[in-house]
């Protein structure tokens, strides 16, 4: 690094980890919001991914990430076809929206 991007950095390091770590909150209460939904939603099923709010936490991050997608979505889908409005709309508002918006935020800020 230069002496002018060294500058930058330590004009103000504290308030971009600051602002950083308060978009990566928001993502964290999306995905806590949509598995609250998805453990009320799926408490009544015999789904193997939704009995304890931990399981769904991990599951709804595993879907966020593309890790495994289709371990928690195709079981549910198969029990009932109108919960794939529910993991639509996650990984069209959590996964493509927040998730692009908060990496491009958090990029921007290192720049």
Request: glycine residues 10%.
């Given at each position: 690094?230069?002496?002018?991007?060294?500058?930058?950095?330590?004009?103000?390091?504290?308030?971009?980890?600051?602002?950083?770590?308060?978009?990566?909150?928001?993502?964290?209460?999306?995905?806590?919001?949509?598995?609250?939904?998805?453990?009320?939603?799926?408490s009544?099923?015999?789904?193997l991914?939704?009995?304890?709010?931990?399981?769904?936490?991990?599951?709804?991050?595993?879907?966020?990430?593309?890790?495994?997608?289709?371990?928690?979505?195709?079981?549910?889908?198969?029990?009932?076809?109108?919960?794939?409005?529910?993991?639509?709309?996650?990984?069209?508002?959590?996964?493509?929206?927040?998730?692009?918006?908060?990496?491009?935020?958090?990029?921007?800020?290192?720049?």
């Amino acid at each position: 690094m230069t002496e002018v991007d060294l500058a930058v950095f330590e004009e103000n390091p504290s308030s971009a980890n600051l602002e950083n770590a308060a978009a990566l909150l928001v993502l964290g209460i999306a995905v806590i919001l949509f598995t609250t939904m998805g453990f009320l939603l799926f408490s009544d099923s015999s789904d193997l991914y939704f009995k304890t709010f931990g399981d769904g936490l991990w599951f709804m991050f595993m879907i966020l990430i593309g890790s495994d997608w289709p371990g928690p979505i195709i079981p549910s889908i198969e029990y009932n076809r109108g919960y794939f409005l529910f993991f639509f709309a996650f990984v069209c508002l959590v996964g493509w929206g927040f998730l692009n918006l908060i990496t491009g935020y958090i990029f921007s800020n290192m720049t």
